[in-house]
DNA sequence: ACAAAAGTGTTATTAGTACACCCATGA
DNA sequence: TCATGGGTGTACTAATAACACTTTTGT
């Protein structure tokens, strides 16, 4: 493995990324259990090139774990509090961890540019579940869907950033028709609605969201889907920007 | 004047602030002329210190500018191209600005990080123009209360910024109640009106918009304002949280 | 024919807009 | 008493929520 190029990045900076995703009703992010602690968990996270724009190091970042380009994400706030690393109980396990994973790539340097004062931008990405394939970074001993209710606690401030990040995205799914980027290509009325019920933790009126939903008019009718289920097939759906 | 100690601040991390204000019912913003170009405007901006949080920083910007504590800002949205301040026009410009204005204190490498790549965190802040007594920072010549339809063409990207706060300033006027933050203690019905006017460049219904605000149960009446005119009397308002 | 769930229609409630009118004020 | 602008009530419209019902499917 090579050696940790720090100087390439941007210091003080990194991202950590939300990602969203929607399997068996259920609301779910992946998160990272880190290569250097006992049971230490994370949100995916990077570092800024200082040849890249931060949504290109965002997508770079999402790229790296999940195989997939083209993620529809957003930047939703900046954590900048002068102690969420410093601080945190977290810090002193990490620097431990670095060291005795390797510490001929882990020096002193890269400990201290690793473990020092971070400003972190948050973004939130959408992705169809069944299109990933996760695949660890670098710092990650293995990633994991989890349900957002059904969460470690994560190092730092990590468990904020989620609940900020739901709010944002409970606050855009509405309005900037983005929840499509959660479901696969074609879906059911029905599967609309449970991700809607799953994301807002509350229930909807079939019909009413049914009219709500087309009169958006974003959405293509294709043909019955039979399950074969003893009840009325219903309508596939498809996205049509 | 002390020398610029670059040690104590993050490195390309900087906060641009564009300050709301409200005045002769027209939104105005304050901007800033360098000292170290001939012509050259700038949003009132800063770096964050190493030992201080991104919202204590902002507020300081703020405070050095306006001479008042607990304004209310909010940070919107993070700026971060790597070709922003790089490739931008300006930065030839600003070299040599700081080179003739005092090369003993911007040395080489101090001019270096300041015209290194910045990601930046756009803040937007409200404020009652009456109470603000501004005085220059370290950087700015001059600083000016300008209406938000004539605004001078700006270093790097600080037009679209200004453009992104004003989105998100409409996106939360009537969502978090913060427009009271731009009016004096006490304000008559017509003024909170004017204000959002302003703000949403459209006017609206006389009696619908007193319904809706008085329907928020936020304002407090207080006495009627007898300003001599002959008309009936105004009541006044004033923001009770 | 029946159970299960999809899909549609119709009414009721609420929020938002438009219109008309009355009121206080000082010349 | 008049012009001016403040203030209020009512009717209209659109958006949302609630309720009732019909249709399709496989056993």
């Known amino acids: 493995m090579k050696e940790f190029n720090l100087e390439q990045y941007l210091p003080h900076l990194s991202i950590d990324c939300v990602i969203f995703g929607y399997e068996g009703k259920e609301l779910k992010i992946l998160i990272s259990k880190s290569k250097f602690g006992d ?3 994370a949100l995916p996270g990077g570092y800024i090139k200082k040849t890249e724009s931060i949504d290109n ?15 529809y994400l957003e930047q939703f706030r900046v954590f900048g509090s002068e102690t969420r690393i410093i601080q945190s109980s ?6 431990a961890g670095y060291r005795q994973y390797d ?12 473990t020092d004062r971070f400003v972190c931008i948050g973004y939130y990405a959408l992705v169809d579940i069944q299109k990933v394939t996760t695949q660890t970074g670098e710092f990650d001993q293995l990633l994991e869907w989890r349900n957002i209710h059904d969460l470690p606690v994560m190092m730092h401030d990590h468990n904020d950033i989620v609940l900020e990040a739901l ?8 309005s900037k028709l983005i929840g499509f980027n959660l479901l696969p290509e ?20 079939i019909n009413n969201f049914q009219k709500k939903i087309l009169d958006l008019k974003v959405l293509e009718r294709l043909e019955k889907k039979f399950t074969g289920a003893q009840n009325k097939a219903p309508y596939l759906y498809r996205f049509a920007k």
């Open 39 to 41: 049971n230490l968990w």
């Open 57 to 71: 190091a965002a997508s770079r970042i999402l790229f790296e774990r999940t195989d997939l380009k083209n993620i």
């Open 90 to 95: 977290f810090n002193e396990t990490m620097r």
């Open 186 to 205: 074609v879906f059911t009325m029905r599967e609309i609605q449970e991700l809607y019920e799953a994301v807002y933790e509350r229930s909807f009126a």
């Open 167 to 174: 709010t944002a995205l409970r606050l855009n799914l509405d």
């Open 103 to 114: 510490s001929n790539r882990f020096t002193d340097e890269v400990i201290s540019w690793l």
